[in-house]
Structure formats: structure tokens, C-alpha cells
């Protein structure tokens, strides 16, 4: 009866890991049941809850650029045109250039993201509930990881337990039809995560994703600076709709 403790041991593996995936989801999904208040989203934190603090620092750096205060070349370098910076994120942006006053737009990026203004973006939206918490989102990540290590240790116990000897009243096709059943679990969880958890997964609650898909449907790239800047914040840079501007960016994600 050694097949039956293997059996066993499949089933705590299984339920365990599973059990944890859906505990992480509960957790994730109580943090959109206090968003009833309004709350009208700022370009930066758009940008934000599409892209992460990358894409606010892009969207900075597009809307300093088309107001003529930075240039984008399109050899993939900015250069600071006026090093009074509006807000704490151009701050950031022209901190980053540094004290020569241009400098190659990915090291820009790259430290414009990590800066404190970009934190402050994501604690409010955090508290606000429209963005998922780092502890949230790893949670469920590592969550998702123990359902499908799990699967794999549910089947090495199946073919342990079909490769030692068995009673002869215990057919082998029954042995391998109860590992089925914790096979089956674990699977199940694992497709309902990829369906209700992977929304978690992103910077975005549901409450900051509804609110995305508002401003998405209004980003049509028009004319408006406004519109334009929020069709950049929403889809990220291949929104350009300037030939010089796009190149330099393009030019940016060649030397990533």
C-alpha cells in the first residue's frame, strides 16, 4: 500500500499549493472593494498604471519635448533646453540628464524611474486602490509558482506510485485515476488563474484598469496636446505621431 501514501502526499502538495494561490487572489481582489470614490486619473499616473515608472518617464519626456523645453534627437540623445523643470517628475527627468545638459535617453529613463516622484506616483495610487502593491503582486506571482511546481510534484508521484509493487486487486489504470483527481486540482487552478488572478499581475487593479479603458477609448491622437499625451501615456511610445520624435525613441530601444 506504498502507492497510497505517495497518494497522500499528493493530495497535501496539491492542496496546499492551491489553497495559497486562492488566498493570494482573495487578498489581491479586497484591495478593489474600497474604490467607490472618484478619482480622475493624472497623465502621470496613467502612465503609471499602463507602463510602470518607465512609461512615466517617457510620457515626461515626450511632453518636455514637444513643449520645446528638451530635445530629443534622433540620434537617441537629449539635451536640456530649459532646466526649470514644472513638476517634480521633469525634475527628476533633468536631474537625471545631469549638469552637462544632455546626455543618451536610456540611462535618462532608466534613473527618471526609480526616482522618488515616480514612488510618490505609486504610493498614491496604491492607497487610492487603483494600483497593485509590490507585496501583492509578488505574492501571487510566487503563488502561481508553488501551483505549478506542485504539478509537477503530483505527477513524479504518480509514476512513483505506478512503479511500485501494488496489491493484486488494485489495478494500475485505478492508481493512475486517483493521482488524476490532485492532477486535475492543481490544473484547474492554474487555468482560473490565467483567467481572474492575471489582471493582478500587471501595475493596475480592476478599479485603475476600468479607469484605463475610459481614457483609452477617449486617446485618439488628436491634435490636442492633451489627447496626444494621454494616447502616449495609455499605449506607450510607438503612440508618436512625429516622425523625428518616434526615431529618437526607436533609436532609445535599439541601445536598451
Known amino acids: 500500500m506504498l502507492w497510497v501514501l505517495f ?16 488566498l493570494a487572489a482573495v487578498r489581491a481582489a479586497a484591495a478593489d472593494a474600497d474604490t467607490g470614490r472618484v478619482h480622475e486619473l493624472t497623465l502621470y499616473e496613467a502612465a503609471f498604471l499602463s507602463g510602470g515608472p518607465r512609461r512615466v518617464a517617457d510620457v515626461t519626456l515626450v511632453a518636455m519635448a514637444r513643449q520645446r523645453r528638451l530635445l530629443l534627437a534622433r540620434t537617441g540623445w537629449a539635451t536640456v533646453v530649459d532646466p526649470r523643470g514644472r513638476d517634480e517628475m521633469e525634475r527628476s527627468v533633468i536631474g537625471a540628464i545631469g549638469p552637462d545638459g544632455q546626455s543618451r535617453i536610456a540611462p535618462v529613463r532608466a534613473t527618471a524611474a526609480t526616482a522618488d516622484a515616480v514612488r510618490g506616483i505609486a504610493d498614491r495610487l496604491v492607497r487610492a486602490g487603483l494600483a497593485v502593491p509590490d507585496s501583492a503582486r509578488t505574492t501571487v506571482a ?35 485515476l486517483w493521482f488524476a483527481l490532485p492532477l486535475a ?13 492575471h489582471p ?7 478599479a485603475g484598469r476600468r479607469l484605463l479603458g475610459d481614457l483609452t477609448r477617449n486617446a485618439d491622437g488628436t491634435a490636442d496636446d492633451r489627447t496626444y ?3 502616449v501615456a495609455v499605449r506607450g511610445v510607438r503612440a508618436i505621431g512625429e516622425p523625428d520624435l518616434r526615431a529618437a525613441f526607436t533609436h532609445r530601444e535599439a541601445h536598451d
Not at 511546481?149 to 493512475?176: C, F, K, Q, Y
Open 7 to 22: 497518494l497522500l502526499a499528493a493530495w497535501i502538495v496539491a492542496g496546499t499549493a492551491c489553497t495559497r494561490l486562492c
Open 142 to 176: 510566487a503563488a502561481v509558482r508553488q501551483v505549478r511546481s506542485a504539478t509537477v510534484a503530483v505527477l513524479g508521484l504518480g509514476v512513483a506510485a505506478l512503479l511500485t509493487p501494488a496489491p493484486p486487486d488494485m489495478p494500475r489504470h485505478l492508481v493512475a
Open 185 to 197: 486540482l492543481t490544473l484547474s487552478c492554474l487555468a482560473v488563474a490565467r483567467i481572474e488572478v
Open 200 to 206: 493582478y499581475s500587471r501595475w493596475a487593479s480592476p
Open 229 to 231: 499625451l494621454t494616447s
